[in-house]
């Protein structure tokens, strides 16, 4: 029955008493249990990682050293695909409440002080991807700083605080200040302010 099971198959009789007393190796055992890993890991993230990711985080994890060639052919076997995800859009533009004329026009010569200021809001990428925010104040008589806050939020106190700042180190003076037409600048608070 053997011959002629072997015969149907297409498959020798001495491959199959080979295939039957056959153990698998250190390394397929060690590959069984990666591919268990990489399932789960898969599964967990919800197809979200490439097999560069997934070596990344798997040899971090169980403190080994696989290339990521092994874990392409065991995703390759897995039948297991990185889910590309689409790119949300980074900037939406909020609409304009006040804007005001550009009566300064980029001329940036100030005769004294205290008569043009220039403000703005910068990101600050520290750590593991966190941010802060710098907004800032300055004279363009002879750039010196006329005030600054750090904070950790982008919105309207970032730049109203900024702006207080300003006037109570300097009471008394009405200088033309200069932005760009930020959401924080064209709000009402501001033009109140």
Known sequence: AITKLCALAGVARSAYYKWLKWKPSCIELETRALAKE????????????????????????????YNKKRYYRIMCALGLKAVIRRKRASYVKATEIHVAENV??????????????????????YGNGRKAYLSAIIDVYDNSIVSWVLSHS??????MDTLKRAYAKNPGVSPLL?????FQYTSHEYNRL
């Open 38 to 65: 990489v399932k789960l890991r898969y599964d967990k993230r919800k197809g979200i990682l490439g097999y560069r990711q997934m070596r990344t985080q798997l040899n971090r994890k169980l403190k080994k050293k």
């Open 104 to 125: 300064m026009n980029r001329n940036f010569d100030a005769n004294s002080p205290n008569s043009k200021w220039c403000t703005d809001v910068t990101e600050l990428k």
């Open 154 to 159: 982008n919105n309207n106190k970032l730049v």
């Open 178 to 182: 200069q932005s760009d037409r930020g």
